[in-house]
């Protein structure tokens, strides 16, 4: 692979993960890791063997609604935690809003109709788009900052001490007033 397409994908790969990151870190309590991964997992698809062919290809499976459905499903199942499900689905959500307005699309019905992939055919990788992405990102990080400073500065071990170390005022019971 030549260098030009190596540093295309790598800037592709870090603002999937960034813009994730940024959405779930401004807009839910969760642990905004989780965007980072989320935010880029369905490129993964990159890793698929070539021969084993359609849909684990790059644009495929991985970048259709239906694997967006399932694995929400999949990770409220294990979490019980519609917090950490709706912070998912901004991270996966993001990324296929974003490959869908590029020339190639996605495939929004599959596998009803897998050739239809209406796109606006933007350059969405391109410097300039790049740039707009990140500073909309670093925004919303700048905007929660702002919002929560408190609390985000109060860390739970605090909050636990704090609730520890509050002795109970102790109370006479009977056998003291009888003495
Ligand atoms: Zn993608």
Redesign the pocket.
Known sequence: MELGRVLFLLS?FAT?SFIGYALVRGCTDVDPRLGLVLGLL??S?FLFPADWGWPFV??GL??TPLFAIGLLAGLYLVNRNRSVTLAGGLAIGS??A??SLSPMG?RWLFPLKTTWNPSLGLAVHSPTATALLWMAALGLLAFRAIQRPSHDREPATDRKHKHETEQPTPTPDATTELE
Do not use: M, Q, S
Request: glycine share 0%; charged share 30%.
């Open positions: 592709a999937h369905p490129d698809d790059h644009r991985t970048h990324h296929l974003i490959d996605i």
